[in-house]
């Protein structure tokens, strides 16, 4: 059901609390309206900011090896987890930005909790695991094919994702038939690799381009692990200093300033605006400190807020990732504790979580913690499903 898809949800990323893994503040629980609330990631999504050329004419090599290494921080985290956690629909759209463009990664709607063992495999009957089809190693393709569960099958998706950052062009996008890009894949072809695709001015070309072609891998076996690209990428990262890092991001901002800033001046209002937006009413005193934990939510009618919201200031706001109808008892918004997986995880897996060059906050749950009751939230609706 749609609550036990979003408890889950819910349960997964409470679980997995690092810097580069969207955190979870809590759940929205009304009769008509069920949500999970997470801090609001400004700059939208990896996908926005490839394919936005309009917005961010150009994007600084050095922020794109930043954001392909925080990706890979990411998810080796939660393939250290015990038991490992893969996310099996990895793809640019799950990849969020924050104020600074730092990645949070998003959406374990497909994830599993799966023990990593050699006696372990799909059944003959089970459906193909994973998100889009890009994106999808072609052994997951059949599924009757007995494969043991592997974290194989992100790296393959971390591939896709490489060649997107560095191209910032859409995979197979000249191809509108999936069933085309299954028999292509299937049968060994990949995307581009040629400078046609791959421009010769990307710093360490050579490098990427032998990291994405063992990513994509035929052979499961063949391909990396995360650390392993951590390993390759850490001194390529380190090759850029901290000032082109904030000179990358200042440009960005001023990008998207410039771009909303003409779209007010020729439509008279902000790109997006149309989106509707949601008034919780909350019986809270202005005067006092506002936490997630202490917020409740009360089954009123939802009202769309008027272009002047200046007398809401003092409400705090949020993002709702997924909604669905649900037919249970009225509840509140309800913050899950933040104690950390960082505790679980052994000493050899902790060895394998690598410190962040341009580290630009703690991985501890106290300051996450802190840092997402500070955050700049807002909410969206999502459609009720009939």
């Given at each position: 059901s749609d609550r036990n898809h979003l408890l889950k949800e819910a349960e997964i990323l409470h679980k997995a609390r690092f810097s580069y893994i969207l955190p979870i503040l809590g759940i929205c629980n009304e009769p008509e309206f069920l949500g999970i609330v997470t801090e609001y990631m400004t700059n939208g999504s990896l996908n926005q900011l490839l394919h936005g050329k309009d917005v961010y004419p150009d994007i600084p090599w050095c922020?794109?090896?930043?954001?392909?290494?925080?990706?890979?921080?990411?998810?080796?985290?939660?393939?250290?987890m015990n038991p490992p956690l893969l996310h099996h629909d990895l793809k640019t759209q799950n990849i969020l930005l924050d104020d600074e463009f730092h990645v949070k990664i998003a959406d374990f709607g497909l994830s599993k909790w799966r023990v990593i063992s050699m006696s372990q495999s799909r059944s003959e009957t089970s459906l193909p695991e994973g998100g889009t089809i890009i994106y999808m190693p072609p052994e997951d393709y059949n599924p009757s094919q007995k494969t043991?569960?592997?974290?194989?099958h992100d790296i393959y998706s971390y591939a896709i994702i490489m060649w997107e950052v560095m191209t910032r062009k859409q995979p197979f996008e000249d191809v509108i038939n999936p069933l085309q890009i299954m028999y292509s894949v299937s049968q060994g072809q990949r995307l581009d690799l040629s400078e046609e695709s791959l421009s010769m001015d990307i710093p360490h070309r050579a490098l990427i381009t032998r990291l994405i072609a063992s990513g994509w891998a035929q052979n499961p076996d063949e391909r990396p692990s995360f650390l392993k690209c951590l390993i390759?990428?850490?001194?390529?990262?380190?090759?850029?200093?901290?000032i082109a890092m904030l000179e990358a991001v200042i440009l960005l901002k001023r990008s998207k300033w410039l771009y909303e800033s003409q779209c007010i001046h020729k439509s008279g209002k902000k790109p997006h605006e149309d989106q509707t937006s949601l008034n919780i009413p909350l019986n809270l005193n202005p005067q006092e400190e506002m936490h997630s934990a202490s917020i409740q939510c009360h089954a009123l009618p939802l009202q769309s807020i008027p272009p002047d919201v200046s007398t809401f200031k003092s409400v705090p706001k949020y993002n709702i990732l997924s909604s669905g109808r649900n037919n249970g008892n009225l509840g509140g918004l309800r913050s899950l504790s933040s104690q950390s997986?960082?505790?679980n995880l052994s000493v050899t897996q902790s060895a394998k979580l690598l410190v962040h060059p341009y580290s630009h906050s703690p991985s501890s749950d106290k300051s996450i913690s802190s840092a997402s009751n500070s955050a700049s939230c807002v909410l969206r609706s999502s459609p009720i499903p009939s």
């Open positions: 922020l794109r090896f930043r954001i392909l290494y925080e990706i890979a921080l990411g998810v080796n985290y939660l393939h250290n043991r569960a592997s974290v194989k390759d990428l850490e001194p390529v990262l380190r090759t850029f200093d901290e997986m960082d505790e």
